[in-house]
Nanobody, 120 residues
Framework: QAQLVESGGGLVQAGGSLTLSCAAS????????MGWYRQAPGKQREWLAS???????HYTDSVKGRFTISRDNAKKTAYLQMNSLKPEDTAVYYC??????????????WGRGTQVTVSS
């Protein structure tokens, strides 16, 4: 069993920056792709960015050039550096990871989310 815990959310003014972290823990053999999603009030959860175990990255168009995803495999942690934040970036941000447990079972995990609020 594994767990994901996000941190780093908060209140920031438009144009500001935040860095989110997602730490994985538990009986982990390896972690495949890690990703960030967000869900704004009244909207569906949307995918933002992903990073593979080889650190190949992918982004949705709305955050390209503003957000940067990265990971530290030794720390089992993914990061989302968010710059030039806009009020429309306000949402709960969730981490997702495909994790192979020490039992060699494969499962997809979600964190509980961290709130990001961008004021205008």
């Amino acid at each position: 069993q594994a767990q994901l815990v996000e941190s780093g959310g908060g209140l920031v003014q438009a144009g500001g920056s935040l860095t989110l972290s997602c730490a994985a823990s538990g009986s982990i053999f390896s972690i495949n792709t890690m990703g960030w999603y967000r869900q704004a009030p009244g909207k569906q959860r949307e995918w933002l960015a992903s990073v593979t175990s080889a650190s190949s990255t992918h982004y949705t168009d709305s955050v390209k050039g503003r957000f940067t995803i990265s990971r530290d495999n030794a720390k089992k942690t993914a990061y989302l550096q968010m710059n030039s934040l806009k009020p429309e970036d306000t949402a709960v941000y969730y981490c997702n990871a495909e994790i192979i447990a020490t039992s060699r079972s494969l499962a997809n995990y979600w964190g509980r989310g961290t709130q990001v609020t961008v004021s205008s």
